[in-house]
């Protein structure tokens, strides 16, 4: 799975894995955090990520391929090739372990990577995210966005997600423009996986301690957060106040806080530059506040 060639166009870094020429972002140092976006967004939507938590952590955002700036390539998408490409990624990179973190359908992807390689993961930080499509109303929703990156409709589609996900005009922009660079036939498999994918049955052999994020005002995903509760080994769930489904771009550092604080209570926070003088976070969300947040929500 080693690259055979590297290069950087316009300054961003790009490399051949897989058949496939991949872009992908790095910033920082210490414990490493792969982040994996959604169908249709690219590696953008953690831009608020890359730079926040640079900080403490080696934040490494690729785009999947037929993504943003990346090559389509010739294989058609699968969950299991995205978790082979974010290996190769790692690979590439000369990393041995690091934490996945992935976004709504992106947390699909970072589930079948743990299921596949749990070796090669820290663990896990699933941000509104489902190992099933288990509503109706979500599955009616991704099914229209199949339909329409289907017709190849990519514009409507990608100014919906953007809207989205956006906090404000410029962020929009940015992720409307990544999304249109997109092929539209792989944005078109990567929404047709996520309505079949389902690895539910299979949670219960995660060993790696996954880090649960949750808007507050996320009641699509409400189901979808209570299967992996009930079926993960070694999960912490934690909600994010006042946030609804986006959280990477309109929560993001109540995001970053909480991947600081649950990253810093597992081993490897040792291996990272400690600094808490960013830590407004800590002063607000303490560890206990969470455990009774959680006895409330369930009583």
């Known amino acids: ?21 991949l872009h992908y972002r790095v910033k920082g140092t210490g414990v490493p955090i792969v982040f994996i976006h959604p169908p249709l967004l690219a590696g953008n939507v953690f831009h608020r990520q890359l730079t926040g938590l640079a900080g ?3 934040a490494i955002v690729p785009d999947l391929r037929g993504h943003g700036q990346s090559e389509k390539g010739e294989r058609s998408i ?6 082979e490409d974010i290996v190769s990624l790692l690979d590439e990179l000369e990393i041995k372990k690091a934490y996945l973190c992935g976004y709504s359908t992106g947390g699909s992807v970072a589930l079948e990577a ?10 896990g930080i699933l941000v509104s995210a489902m190992s099933e499509v288990g509503t109706l109303r979500l599955r009616s929703e991704i099914w229209a966005a199949v339909r329409l990156t289907g017709l190849r409709v990519k514009r409507l589609a990608a ?9 404000r ?3 929009f922009k940015r992720l409307y423009d ?12 990567y929404f047709r996986c996520s309505l079949h994918y389902n690895c539910t049955h299979r949670l219960h052999e995660i060993d790696n301690p996954i880090l649960l994020l949750y808007g507050e005002k996320d009641k699509l995903f409400l189901h979808h957060r209570r299967l992996l509760q009930r079926e993960l080994r070694n999960e912490t769930f934690r909600i994010v106040k006042r946030a609804g489904h986006q959280i990477p771009t309109k929560a993001a550092e109540d995001m970053n806080g909480h991947i600081r604080d649950w990253i810093d209570r597992q081993d490897p926070w040792k291996l990272a530059p400690r600094e ?6 800590e002063a607000l969300l303490t560890f206990e506040s969470y455990e009774d947040e959680q006895q409330r929500e369930f009583t």
């Open 178 to 189: 990544a999304a249109l660079q997109g092929a539209v036939e792989r944005l078109h498999e």
């Open 114 to 123: 743990l299921l596949t390689y749990p070796e090669r993961f820290y663990g």
């Open 78 to 83: 699968t969950y299991a090739l995205l978790a």
């Open 159 to 167: 100014a919906v997600i953007a809207l989205g996900n956006a906090d």
């Open 169 to 171: 005009a410029d962020t």
């Open 276 to 281: 808490r003088a960013d830590s407004r976070y």
């Open 56 to 58: 403490r952590f080696q």
């Open 1 to 21: 799975m080693k690259t055979t060639e590297r290069k950087a166009v316009s300054g961003m870094p790009f490399a051949n894995m897989n058949g496939v020429m």
